[in-house]
């Protein structure tokens, strides 16, 4: 499981609200990555960082930001959610000259 | 621009059945795919990737760079091979890009 945990495991927000997903790995894989899994969509990018305080843009990242301010830790803040974001969010990490990503255990997202 | 296109959404066979789970890619360069797999109450983990030519779980994957494709196969279908399969494409830039999904259903 490369050791990457997923806090919350599952949140209900209210439309407008800031939600921020945690991201954590203990093995010091320098690639992070946040996704979105929608039915009939798979699996979307939203934002990657290849470092500390450095992070950029995926496939679908409007309305969504992201910090990296340590290794371990890669945040994905929703800046006012929206019902559209309501989905399931993966973390993904890699390291360096991999191939593997390997997955956090998600987080349920549902947005009223 | 990369693109992998997973045309089924829902495969159902019986038990013991072969299976094919279809995937197409574009990409103007050399492909490395991939085929993660995500079974039921459990996190996404790689199944296996073209360039090693593994057979993992009875499961094989052949590139043809022909027809563009990556599908996925196994000879003899088992209940506990139901699960949502995801081709994936390696971007530069250690990224993947994501099919759609398939849900495997095997039926005993």
């Known amino acids: 499981d490369a050791g990457i945990t997923q806090s919350p495991r599952h949140k209900v927000t209210e439309t407008g609200t800031p939600v921020t997903l945690r991201c954590h790995q203990t093995e010091n894989h320098r690639y992070m990555y946040w996704y979105r899994q929608d039915p009939g969509h798979g699996l979307r990018l939203i934002h990657y960082?290849?470092?500390?305080?450095?992070?950029d843009k995926g496939e679908v990242s409007d309305g969504y930001s992201v910090s990296r301010s340590k290794t371990e830790d890669f945040l994905l803040t929703l800046e006012s959610a929206t019902s559209s974001q309501t989905s399931v969010y993966f973390c993904?990490?890699?390291?360096?000259?991999?191939?593997?990503?390997?997955f956090g255990p998600g987080t349920r997202l549902t947005v009223t | 621009a990369q693109r992998v296109t997973q045309p089924e959404k829902l495969l159902s066979v019986f038990k013991g059945a072969p299976v094919e789970l279809k995937c197409n890619y574009s990409y103007s360069g050399s492909p490395e795919l991939f085929w993660y797999v995500q079974y039921s109450r459990q996190r996404l983990q790689l199944l296996l990737r073209h360039i090693s030519r593994e057979s993992i779980k009875g499961f094989t994957a052949d590139l043809n760079k022909g027809e563009t494709s990556f599908h996925l196969k196994k000879p003899f279908a088992q209940e506990e091979d139901s699960a949502m399969y995801y081709c994936?494409?390696?971007?530069?830039?250690?990224?993947?890009?994501f099919g759609g999904g398939t849900r495997l259903m095997v039926k005993p």
């Open positions: 960082s290849y470092g500390v305080k450095d992070t």
């Open positions: 993904a990490t890699t390291g360096t000259g991999g191939y593997e990503q390997y």
């Open positions: 994936a494409l390696y971007n530069a830039g250690n990224m993947l890009t």
